[in-house]
């Protein structure tokens, strides 16, 4: 399976909900797509993007949130996982593409090229869904499984480790930034509510 | 222990009254009862961490989706989320607001917490965060108020150093009389 396909396969899902990347292909490949303001990609801080997507699935229960993380990037926010479990949000959709490598900087194999699970240890953290794909239309099922389960899951996709010739995009960071701050005001007031501990 | 529990009540109120609607946490001793009063808030949430630095990406999302947020951490938590504070908060222009509380300085005794102090101010310095102390309950609201309309101004974090002053409210000073008073015949006098 390629990372593109799988993506070009759920766009159409992704058109009011709040989507949150890792940097490198995911980024690349999701803008060449096609950008929405409703999209926002973390290009550096890696393992962060789970932590975002958990800040604002939090604080905003009414939208629905997608996360696209990578292995490389999970990797480095193992523990992340217990705090996505421990709250659990139901409007957090976590999709992790794993090539079982650091594409973006040479193709340098990750854990989860000798054997680590990243699906088994999400579960192991608690995540309540979990699943591990390796074809499109795998990965539709289960990405529509989630969005229609309400509980937060974790979908690993294994991915070939192909992507895109370059990965500088003419998106500004601090445009992208904006611009996604300004979509998620427009969406309607922020709501906190009351969530477990 | 004697964590002031009057302080955090103070530190607390005066995150409350700037509308922080949610608290990131990772327990350390100075914390324990700023920690609970968000636990016990019903309008707080409250985002008990593995490691700090994931409260970057948190209060990241929690900041562009709408709502204001602090990090409790001690020092070496804040050590520990640099990456995420350069590569998300700083690169991206969020205003953070991290309440870090200021081991190893004057008066520390736990020999483990003793590195950490004399790095901060450094750290901080380095990658140019603005900083406040926080020693005395009578300036906690309004430090706390103006860090955060700078950080809101700047889009970027700043810092206040929860002093032990502040939050602990053991006599300063009295670790040898104290030594002295436990043990009558000792042979450490008040003057040793």
Not at chain 1, 18 to 39: C, D, S
Not at chain 2, 42 to 61: C, D, F, N, Q, T
Request: aromatic content about 6%; charged content about 20%; proline content about 5%.
């Amino acid at each position: 399976m390629l990372r593109l396909d799988a993506l070009n396969s759920v766009y159409d899902r992704l058109a009011d909900r709040v989507v949150i990347t890792i940097m490198g292909a995911v980024a690349a490949e999701l803008q060449a797509i096609g950008h929405r303001p409703n999209f926002f990609y973390l290009q550096h801080a890696m393992g962060l993007a789970s932590s975002m997507g958990l800040g604002v699935a939090l604080t905003r229960p009414e939208l629905s949130v997608v996360v696209f993380d990578g292995d490389g990037s999970i990797l480095m926010n193992l523990g992340g996982l217990t705090t996505l479990a421990r709250y659990r949000p139901k409007n957090l959709v976590h999709v992790v593409f794993d090539n079982e490598s650091l594409l973006s900087v040479g193709g340098f194999p990750t854990a989860t090229s000798t054997g680590s699970d990243i699906a088994g240890m999400a579960a192991a953290a608690g995540v309540p869904r979990t699943a591990t794909v390796r074809t499109i239309d795998d990965f539709v099922a289960a990405f529509d499984d989630a969005l229609a389960s309400q509980q937060l899951t974790t979908i690993v996709a294994k991915v070939d480790a192909k992507g895109p010739a370059g990965f500088v995009t003419d998106l500004a960071l601090l445009e992208n930034r904006f611009e996604f701050q300004r979509w998620l005001r427009k969406t309607g007031a922020a709501q906190p509510t009351h969530h477990p501990r | 222990m004697p964590v002031s529990v009057d302080s955090s009540r103070i530190i607390y109120d005066a995150l409350k009254d700037c509308g922080v609607g949610l608290v990131s946490a990772l327990p350390e001793t100075w914390l324990v009862h700023l920690i609970r009063m968000a636990e016990e808030d019903p309008a707080m949430v409250l985002v008990r961490l593995a490691k700090e630095e994931e409260g970057v990406g948190i209060s990241a999302g929690a900041h562009l989706a709408g709502t204001k947020s602090a990090m409790l951490m001690q020092n070496h938590g804040f050590l520990a989320s640099v990456n995420g504070i350069v590569s998300c908060a700083q690169l991206y222009r969020i205003p953070l607001l991290m309440l870090i509380s200021h081991r190893g300085e004057f008066g520390e005794r736990d020999p483990w917490q003793t590195e950490g102090g004399g790095v901060t101010e450094h750290v901080l310095q380095a990658l140019r965060i603005p900083f406040a102390y926080l020693d005395s309950p009578s300036h906690v609201a309004h430090r706390i108020r103006k860090g955060l309309t700078l950080a809101y101004s700047s889009n970027k974090p700043v810092a206040l150093l929860l002093c032990r002053d502040l939050m602990w409210e053991e006599p300063e000073g009295d670790a040898r009389r104290e030594q002295g008073d436990a043990k009558p015949s000792g042979r450490l006098s008040p003057q040793a």
